[in-house]
């Protein structure tokens, strides 16, 4: 019951990130393109804000199941398969991408918002929707590698 428990926290986590990257990549960005560039930018910018929020909570649940399965179940990582540490690896890769995205190119959409700097506001909007799609991207691989992988161990 204990595994369920951390792989249900593991998976709902994921769900929450890649899942709002997917929301926010093609379905709020081209929806929010209607709007003039001071509303979609205030928008994107609360939305994000809102969401990152969240990301960061998945993060740590994440992190917390992530190590406690390794624990539980494969002797603190000596039977880990190729596949969980390809999952590893990649994870911790988007959480430095997402880190990056929130403390430079979402801070200075912040702070173009709040100056009113329509232009610099559109080029950190530019930078964060390259790293989500990035990081987006990263998400999917994994979640087939972790999967697929299964059976190739």
């Known amino acids: 019951m204990t595994y369920s428990l951390w792989l249900l926290v593991h998976l709902a986590g994921v769900i929450v ?7 926010a990549h093609f379905a ?3 929806a929010a393109a209607m709007l003039a ?3 979609r930018l205030r928008l994107l910018a609360d939305a ?7 990301v960061s909570i998945a993060i740590t649940a994440i992190l917390a ?7 539980l179940f494969a002797a603190g990582g000596a039977r880990l398969g190729w596949h969980i540490h390809a999952m590893t690896g990649a994870g911790l890769l ?14 200075r959409l912040r702070r173009a918002v709040a100056d009113a700097d329509w232009a610099a506001g559109a080029r950190a909007m530019a930078q964060i929707r390259a790293l989500v799609l990035t990081n987006l991207v990263l ?3 994994t979640t087939a590698v ?7 161990t």
């Open 17 to 23: 990130w890649v899942g709002g990257m997917f929301f």
């Open 28 to 30: 709020l960005r081209p």
């Open 37 to 39: 560039p001071p509303e």
């Open 48 to 54: 994000l804000g809102r969401f990152f929020l969240w």
């Open 65 to 71: 199941s992530g190590v406690a399965l390794i624990m």
């Open 94 to 107: 988007m959480m430095a991408i997402f880190a990056h995205i929130r403390f430079a190119p979402f801070r």
């Open 139 to 141: 998400g999917a691989l």
């Open 146 to 152: 972790v999967f697929l992988g299964r059976g190739w």
